[in-house]
């Protein structure tokens, strides 16, 4: 008993705002390395307690604790599923915790390094291990897809290094920086070779960073995450539809809002489902399947998208040209990947999403 509340009275003067950063004592050290002994069976990969993740707890516990609360309000809508899909590749279900550190699990995250959605892949990467990245979509920000990318990605990396933590540096760095800083280092030991100067910082912090994200996240009483305001978890019926569709009509027939529907649906960048695909897996609120399949026939053709190609003629102005086919300026302008209308030309053609029933005998 003594020894947790030694921890909980350590814990919770990091949590508060008199707590200065300081080394800790070999007591208190000594009895957090009890915590994890008596809590090592609930964490499936290697956890250490040395400096760099003491410093990582409390960087989150002050610094940063405004942005972890909302990792942790986040985390309960995308964690099951997330690591429904780890077990589905036989993977430690704790690597989950990287989409918190790389992303605080936010679909929408996009990094200097144009790395983007949950688990931050660049495009290429994303790519090779199946996203589609175009105008219309990005299944980087997908946190289903993405994560079964995420899976194949670190199944790879465990089958180069045979360790979670290089396999994880790796997703970080990449493989190869990896196979040359153990070849550079003579070690296959993360926390060795971390020592050294070849890994960018950002590689060397990313271990206990992502140890730290763990420990907190799986007790975030015991570090002073208390009152935390959870989001519901991520449910969802699929459909699919068969020609592009206007996610403003879905939301009107569901009588859902339009951000629910885009928040269900975050790979979608524009206003509509893909027309350059033959059929189209969209999610919809749990429960409205049989809703949305009475209504999806009553929409036709209201409800799905058309598109004309529209020859620009002298005198033609975006205003004019959207009024003809009853549309908006903005869907031309994102269709035909415009800034604005500034610069038409006679002659030029442009495509026109429209809904089918709104074209006027103009156009």
């Keep these: 008993m003594a020894l947790f509340l030694f921890l909980g009275t350590w814990l919770g003067c990091a949590s508060t705002g008199n707590y200065k950063e300081k080394e800790l004592t070999p007591e208190e050290e000594q009895a ?13 990969i290697p956890i250490v307690i040395n400096k760099q993740v003491e410093s990582f707890i409390r960087y989150f516990q002050t610094t940063n604790r405004p942005h972890f609360v909302r990792w942790l309000a986040r985390s309960e809508r995308y964690i099951p599923a997330m690591q429904g899909i780890l077990k589905e590749y036989d993977l430690p279900t704790d ?10 699990f936010n679909t929408k995250a996009y990094s200097r390094a144009k790395a983007a959605g949950p688990w931050q892949f660049i495009k290429e990467t994303g790519k090779r291990y199946g996203l589609d990245v175009n105008w219309w979509v990005d299944e980087r920000r997908d946190p289903i897809k993405s994560t079964h990318a995420a899976a194949q990605y670190l199944k790879d990396l465990y089958d180069m290094f045979d360790s979670w933590l290089l396999a994880a540096a790796g997703y970080n760095a990449g493989e190869n920086k990896i196979k040359r800083a153990i070849l550079k280092h003579n070690t296959e030991d993360f926390w060795q ?49 068969t020609e592009p569709t206007d996610l403003r009509t879905v939301a009107e027939a569901l009588g859902v809002s339009h951000s629910e529907v885009q928040t269900l649906n975050p790979e979608l960048l524009r206003w509509c489902t893909p027309p350059d695909v033959a059929e189209y897996t969209l999610r919809i609120p749990k429960g409205a399947k049989d809703t949305f399949n009475e209504k999806y026939v009553e929409l036709k053709p209201k409800g799905k998208m058309i598109f004309h190609t529209h020859k620009i003629r002298p005198g033609d102005t975006l205003y004019k040209i959207a009024h003809i086919y009853k549309t908006g300026i903005q869907p031309i302008l994102e269709m035909n990947r415009l800034k604005s209308g500034k610069y038409l030309k006679p002659g030029q053609h442009l495509i026109i999403p429209v809904k089918a029933h709104e074209v006027s005998e103009e156009g």
């Design 193 to 241: 070779m971390a020592r050294f100067r070849y890994l960018r910082p950002e590689t060397k912090q990313y271990i206990p960073k992502l140890i730290a994200a763990a420990l907190i996240a799986k007790a975030p009483g015991k570090y002073g995450f208390t009152d935390i305001e959870y989001e519901g978890l991520l449910e969802y019926d699929t459909v699919t539809v």
């Design 95 to 104: 690597l989950v915790y990287m989409a918190m550190i790389e992303s605080g």
């Design 32 to 44: 957090l390395e009890s915590y994890l002994s008596g809590h090592a069976s609930e964490f499936n």
